[in-house]
Protein backbone atom coordinates (compact mmCIF):
# COMPACT_ATOMS: atom_id res chain seq x y z
CA UNK A 1 0.00 0.00 0.00
CA UNK A 2 1.75 3.27 -1.65
CA UNK A 3 0.09 5.73 1.36
CA UNK A 4 -0.87 9.13 0.12
CA UNK A 5 0.86 10.32 -2.23
CA UNK A 6 1.69 13.93 -3.27
CA UNK A 7 3.69 15.72 -5.83
CA UNK A 8 5.58 17.41 -6.64
CA UNK A 9 7.33 17.28 -3.12
CA UNK A 10 8.93 20.58 -3.50
CA UNK A 11 8.02 23.41 -6.11
CA UNK A 12 9.22 26.87 -7.14
CA UNK A 13 7.38 29.47 -8.44
CA UNK A 14 7.56 32.61 -9.50
CA UNK A 15 4.98 35.68 -8.61
CA UNK A 16 2.37 35.32 -10.78
CA UNK A 17 2.83 31.90 -12.10
CA UNK A 18 -0.12 28.91 -11.68
CA UNK A 19 0.82 26.16 -8.91
CA UNK A 20 -0.60 22.75 -8.99
CA UNK A 21 -0.24 20.17 -6.43
CA UNK A 22 -1.82 16.90 -6.79
CA UNK A 23 -2.67 14.11 -4.51
CA UNK A 24 -3.55 10.41 -4.82
CA UNK A 25 -5.45 9.09 -1.66
CA UNK A 26 -4.61 5.83 -0.48
CA UNK A 27 -5.88 2.94 -2.35
CA UNK A 28 -9.65 2.81 -0.98
CA UNK A 29 -9.83 5.86 0.35
CA UNK A 30 -12.58 8.34 -1.29
CA UNK A 31 -12.40 11.42 1.26
CA UNK A 32 -9.51 14.05 0.60
CA UNK A 33 -8.07 16.92 2.37
CA UNK A 34 -5.90 19.58 2.16
CA UNK A 35 -4.84 21.29 4.76
CA UNK A 36 -1.68 24.20 4.85
CA UNK A 37 1.12 25.10 7.03
CA UNK A 38 2.78 27.89 7.05
CA UNK A 39 6.39 28.40 8.80
CA UNK A 40 5.69 27.75 12.64
CA UNK A 41 2.44 27.22 12.49
CA UNK A 42 -0.32 24.13 12.64
CA UNK A 43 -1.72 22.53 9.91
CA UNK A 44 -4.93 24.73 8.53
CA UNK A 45 -8.01 22.74 6.79
CA UNK A 46 -8.52 24.31 3.55
CA UNK A 47 -11.08 21.83 2.04
CA UNK A 48 -12.70 18.24 1.61
CA UNK A 49 -13.49 16.33 -1.16
CA UNK A 50 -15.03 13.31 -2.47
CA UNK A 51 -15.42 12.48 -5.88
CA UNK A 52 -16.60 14.93 -7.94
CA UNK A 53 -18.05 16.87 -5.13
CA UNK A 54 -16.69 19.73 -2.53
CA UNK A 55 -17.72 19.02 0.59
CA UNK A 56 -16.66 21.49 2.85
CA UNK A 57 -14.11 24.57 1.26
CA UNK A 58 -14.47 26.86 4.45
CA UNK A 59 -10.59 27.07 4.50
CA UNK A 60 -9.58 27.89 1.37
CA UNK A 61 -9.50 31.78 0.67
CA UNK A 62 -11.68 33.48 -1.67
CA UNK A 63 -9.35 34.04 -4.29
CA UNK A 64 -7.00 32.45 -6.67
CA UNK A 65 -7.17 29.08 -5.04
CA UNK A 66 -9.49 26.22 -5.77
CA UNK A 67 -9.30 22.27 -5.28
CA UNK A 68 -10.85 19.38 -7.52
CA UNK A 69 -11.05 15.41 -7.62
CA UNK A 70 -12.15 14.19 -10.59
CA UNK A 71 -13.78 10.69 -10.94
CA UNK A 72 -10.24 9.39 -12.68
CA UNK A 73 -7.06 11.08 -11.54
CA UNK A 74 -5.73 12.27 -8.49
CA UNK A 75 -7.19 15.96 -6.43
CA UNK A 76 -5.56 18.73 -7.80
CA UNK A 77 -5.38 21.95 -5.32
CA UNK A 78 -4.41 24.76 -7.75
CA UNK A 79 -3.34 28.16 -6.91
CA UNK A 80 -3.06 31.07 -10.05
CA UNK A 81 -1.40 34.40 -9.66
CA UNK A 82 1.04 32.84 -6.86
CA UNK A 83 2.18 35.31 -4.34
CA UNK A 84 4.93 35.20 -1.78
CA UNK A 85 2.31 34.74 0.80
CA UNK A 86 1.96 31.51 -0.42
CA UNK A 87 4.73 30.29 0.46
CA UNK A 88 4.24 27.03 2.49
CA UNK A 89 4.14 23.18 3.02
CA UNK A 90 0.79 22.02 1.63
CA UNK A 91 -0.35 18.99 2.90
CA UNK A 92 -3.00 16.32 1.81
CA UNK A 93 -5.01 13.40 3.56
CA UNK A 94 -7.43 10.84 2.54
CA UNK A 95 -9.81 8.80 4.71
CA UNK A 96 -11.96 5.91 4.01
CA UNK A 97 -15.47 6.50 3.76
CA UNK A 98 -17.10 4.80 6.39
CA UNK A 99 -17.69 7.26 9.55
CA UNK A 100 -16.70 4.66 11.71
CA UNK A 101 -13.62 3.88 10.47
CA UNK A 102 -12.93 7.16 9.22
CA UNK A 103 -10.43 8.95 11.85
CA UNK A 104 -8.95 5.52 12.48
CA UNK A 105 -7.82 5.60 8.62
CA UNK A 106 -7.07 9.75 7.95
CA UNK A 107 -3.50 9.29 6.87
CA UNK A 108 -1.59 12.49 5.84
CA UNK A 109 0.90 12.60 2.61
CA UNK A 110 4.27 13.93 2.92
CA UNK A 111 3.50 17.38 1.30
CA UNK A 112 4.49 19.22 -1.17
CA UNK A 113 7.04 22.74 -0.10
CA UNK A 114 5.62 25.25 -2.32
CA UNK A 115 8.24 28.19 -2.51
CA UNK A 116 6.93 31.80 -4.06
CA UNK A 117 10.49 33.79 -6.02
CA UNK B 1 -15.15 28.95 15.32
CA UNK B 2 -13.28 25.37 16.42
CA UNK B 3 -10.10 26.41 18.22
CA UNK B 4 -7.27 24.33 19.68
CA UNK B 5 -4.50 25.25 21.88
CA UNK B 6 -1.44 24.02 22.79
CA UNK B 7 1.85 24.31 25.61
CA UNK B 8 4.39 25.15 25.89
CA UNK B 9 5.28 25.71 21.99
CA UNK B 10 8.71 24.59 22.71
CA UNK B 11 10.51 22.29 24.91
CA UNK B 12 14.44 21.47 25.29
CA UNK B 13 15.22 18.24 27.22
CA UNK B 14 17.78 15.19 27.92
CA UNK B 15 17.23 11.85 27.33
CA UNK B 16 15.38 9.89 29.95
CA UNK B 17 14.04 12.46 30.78
CA UNK B 18 9.62 12.54 30.80
CA UNK B 19 8.10 15.60 29.52
CA UNK B 20 4.21 16.42 29.26
CA UNK B 21 2.34 18.13 26.38
CA UNK B 22 -0.93 20.48 26.64
CA UNK B 23 -3.71 20.66 24.48
CA UNK B 24 -6.74 22.57 24.92
CA UNK B 25 -10.09 22.93 22.67
CA UNK B 26 -12.99 24.69 21.59
CA UNK B 27 -15.44 22.70 19.35
CA UNK B 28 -18.81 22.79 18.64
CA UNK B 29 -20.56 19.32 18.74
CA UNK B 30 -16.73 17.73 20.01
CA UNK B 31 -16.34 14.18 18.77
CA UNK B 32 -12.69 13.13 19.33
CA UNK B 33 -9.30 14.54 20.02
CA UNK B 34 -6.60 13.56 17.90
CA UNK B 35 -2.26 13.28 18.44
CA UNK B 36 0.06 13.26 15.92
CA UNK B 37 3.91 12.81 15.29
CA UNK B 38 5.24 15.30 12.61
CA UNK B 39 9.36 15.12 11.30
CA UNK B 40 9.99 16.43 8.49
CA UNK B 41 7.59 14.49 6.37
CA UNK B 42 4.04 13.61 7.03
CA UNK B 43 2.35 13.64 10.45
CA UNK B 44 2.04 10.32 11.64
CA UNK B 45 -0.92 9.09 14.44
CA UNK B 46 -0.32 8.24 17.99
CA UNK B 47 -3.33 8.14 19.40
CA UNK B 48 -7.59 9.21 19.42
CA UNK B 49 -8.94 10.43 22.29
CA UNK B 50 -13.18 9.72 21.92
CA UNK B 51 -13.83 9.15 26.19
CA UNK B 52 -12.94 11.16 28.83
CA UNK B 53 -10.39 9.83 31.93
CA UNK B 54 -9.44 6.72 29.75
CA UNK B 55 -5.41 6.77 29.29
CA UNK B 56 -4.56 5.47 26.00
CA UNK B 57 -0.78 3.61 26.11
CA UNK B 58 1.68 3.33 22.95
CA UNK B 59 5.17 2.22 24.32
CA UNK B 60 6.53 5.52 26.15
CA UNK B 61 4.06 7.43 24.87
CA UNK B 62 0.45 7.64 26.86
CA UNK B 63 -2.25 10.02 26.43
CA UNK B 64 -5.87 11.23 28.50
CA UNK B 65 -8.29 13.25 27.80
CA UNK B 66 -10.59 15.54 30.30
CA UNK B 67 -13.73 16.61 28.71
CA UNK B 68 -14.65 18.52 31.93
CA UNK B 69 -11.60 20.60 31.25
CA UNK B 70 -11.38 20.51 27.82
CA UNK B 71 -8.04 19.29 27.33
CA UNK B 72 -5.88 16.58 26.94
CA UNK B 73 -1.87 16.02 27.64
CA UNK B 74 0.30 13.65 25.94
CA UNK B 75 3.11 12.03 28.30
CA UNK B 76 6.18 11.18 26.95
CA UNK B 77 8.52 9.10 29.41
CA UNK B 78 12.28 8.16 29.19
CA UNK B 79 12.81 10.27 26.10
CA UNK B 80 14.94 9.39 23.25
CA UNK B 81 16.58 11.68 21.05
CA UNK B 82 14.25 9.89 17.89
CA UNK B 83 11.39 11.73 19.96
CA UNK B 84 12.22 14.90 18.99
CA UNK B 85 9.97 16.54 16.47
CA UNK B 86 6.79 18.73 16.51
CA UNK B 87 3.93 16.87 18.27
CA UNK B 88 0.80 17.81 17.06
CA UNK B 89 -3.54 18.12 18.75
CA UNK B 90 -6.16 18.15 16.74
CA UNK B 91 -9.90 18.17 17.64
CA UNK B 92 -12.94 17.05 15.41
CA UNK B 93 -16.51 17.95 16.10
CA UNK B 94 -19.46 15.60 14.74
CA UNK B 95 -22.08 16.05 12.52
CA UNK B 96 -22.73 17.80 9.10
CA UNK B 97 -19.51 18.36 6.63
CA UNK B 98 -17.36 19.20 10.00
CA UNK B 99 -16.99 15.59 10.48
CA UNK B 100 -13.20 14.44 9.39
CA UNK B 101 -12.13 17.96 8.79
CA UNK B 102 -9.56 18.41 11.46
CA UNK B 103 -8.65 21.61 13.68
CA UNK B 104 -5.23 21.43 14.81
CA UNK B 105 -2.64 23.42 17.33
CA UNK B 106 -0.03 24.76 17.06
CA UNK B 107 2.73 22.32 17.94
CA UNK B 108 4.88 21.62 20.29
CA UNK B 109 8.30 21.14 19.27
CA UNK B 110 10.22 18.70 21.82
CA UNK B 111 14.13 18.57 21.12
CA UNK B 112 15.54 15.42 23.20
CA UNK B 113 19.45 16.13 23.50
CA UNK B 114 22.01 12.92 24.50
Known amino acids: NAGVMQNPRHLVRRRGQEARLRCSPM?????VYWYRQLPEEGLKFMVY????????ESGMPKERFSAEFPKEGPSILRIQQVVRGDSAAYFCASSPAKTGSRLYGYTFGSGTRLTVV | EDKVVQSPLSLVVHEGDTVTLNCSYEVTNFRSLLWYKQEKKAPTFLFMLTSSGIEKKSGRLSSILDKKELSSILNITATQTGDSAIYLCASVGAGGTSYGKLTFGQGTILTVHP
Open chain 1, 49 to 56: LQKENIID
Open chain 1, 27 to 31: KGHSH
